[in-house]
């Protein structure tokens, strides 16, 4: 028998996902049948619950509503009568013609590059997690663990929407208002945060052991 | 010597007494396992006193303010967040205020409601239970988003009239690394030690 790695599971613990106490593995029976944390009271998964299919439905509830929050208007300025509409590209668009392209570009990483980058690092790592591959397991654990950090930051374009709203509320002279892209982008990207958290890095480092010893 | 399984990959380890200021890697996937850092809650909970009274210094006083010619429109932080309700986005405005105001306010209670009896050797009720939900919080408090948001309007609308930062901008940047200091500051395992230490 080829020797196993040690991990907590094959010793029969679960680590506490949020504080990080080492558990027994087999609970003491609870009321409630949940297994918990006694310190923090948080649910202990030696692995998270459907971590792969729970995440494949979120990333792709997340393409879903990408479409719309690009296609549809972000804003709608009205200015004396005058209707505009503007889309996040053509808002990015708008940055690069009149000169501002390091704001063009910050609007452009954390808008349209950060979330398909993130959708398509969490679909590779999903597949990879699935084929089982043992490839660069330790890059593939920094990937998610900056896919995770970063991802909130795309928030910026909702944020900026909200400003907007409230600075140029100036009655007839000029308004805007939040296009319904707004809504949908601010989906994909809490979509996205929760996609991040259901997946687990443990899978990446199971297929280790998977071919070794049998799955609990 | 204690035994700790890596939260990133698994991987159970034991980890020799680390240094004040050094930090233990996991052996196998090289996340980081702990920081040791100073164990002092005083750092912390000053800098904590600070983040309160810029929330609220943030939230009472004016954030931008429109100017065109005569025409002058003053904003709150909170502004936005109303127009967009009005405007038929209660769902996003609930998100905003959620990420901006609800989020980082129930984050400063609940580490002052943990660190001020931990400081004073108590304990506080259900502070272990508290202390996870202050964890849970943490990606969903976005106030250094919003700052990078507000550089972004500014930019967005300088051709169109004069933007002027009211004191909420000014207070609203010391409280992002006010509290960026506080969390630094803080060791989350000296906290959780507390739950074997005897009363």
């Known amino acids: 028998m080829k020797p196993t790695a040690p991990t907590a599971r094959a010793a029969g613990l679960v680590a506490c996902s949020v504080c990080h106490l080492l558990c027994p593995g087999k609970p003491a029976a609870r009321p409630d049948g949940a297994h918990r944390c006694p310190r923090c009271g948080a649910r202990l998964h030696s692995r998270k619950p459907d971590s792969i299919a729970r995440t494949w439905a979120l990333v792709i509830a997340a393409c879903i509503f990408y479409i719309p929050a690009n296609v549809l208007p972000m804003t709608t300025v009205t200015s004396l009568g005058a209707v505009q509409s503007d889309t996040i590209m053509s808002g990015v668009i708008y940055f690069v013609q009149s000169g501002s392209w390091p704001i063009a570009l910050v609007i452009f990483i954390a808008s349209v590059f950060v979330p398909l980058l993130k959708l398509a690092i969490l679909g590779y790592l999903l597949i990879s997690v699935q084929r089982q591959s043992r490839k660069r397991q330790k890059d593939r654990t920094r990937l998610y663990l900056v896919t995770e950090a970063v991802g909130r930051w795309s928030m910026l374009d909702v944020f900026v929407v909200t400003i907007l709203v409230a600075l140029v509320n100036l009655g007839a002279l000029a308004t805007i208002q939040a296009g319904p892209a707004a809504l949908h982008f601010a989906a994909v990207v809490v979509i996205t945060m929760f996609a991040a958290m259901s997946f687990d890095p443990r899978l990446i480092w199971d297929a280790w052991q998977a071919k070794e010893t049998s799955d609990e | ?199």
């Open chain 2, 1 to 199: 010597m204690h035994l700790m399984a890596c939260h990133e990959c698994d991987f159970l380890q034991k980890i020799p007494p680390v240094p004040e200021g050094s930090a233990a890697l996991c052996a196998r996937c090289g996340s980081l396992l702990l920081r040791n850092k100073p164990k002092s809650f005083q750092r912390p909970l000053a800098l904590l006193m600070a983040g309160a009274i810029l929330f609220v210094m943030f939230n009472a006083f004016p954030f931008l303010t429109f100017k065109k010619g005569g025409l002058v429109h003053e904003t709150y932080v909170a502004t936005g967040i109303r127009d967009l309700a009005d405007q038929g986005m209660p769902h996003l405005a609930a998100l905003v205020a959620f990420n901006l105001l609800i989020a980082p306010g129930l984050h400063l209670l609940a580490f002052l409601y943990v660190l001020v009896p931990v400081s004073l050797n108590r304990r506080a009720p259900g502070m272990f239970r508290v202390f996870r939900y202050l964890r849970l919080l943490q990606p969903w408090h976005m106030v250094e988003i919003f700052m990078l948001g507000v550089l972004v309007s500014m930019v967005k609308l300088a051709k169109m009239a004069q933007i002027i930062p009211g004191v909420a901008v000014y207070s609203l940047t010391a409280f992002i690394f006010v509290m960026a200091a506080a969390s630094a500051a803080i060791d989350p395992h000296e906290v959780w030690e507390r739950w074997e230490a005897p009363r």
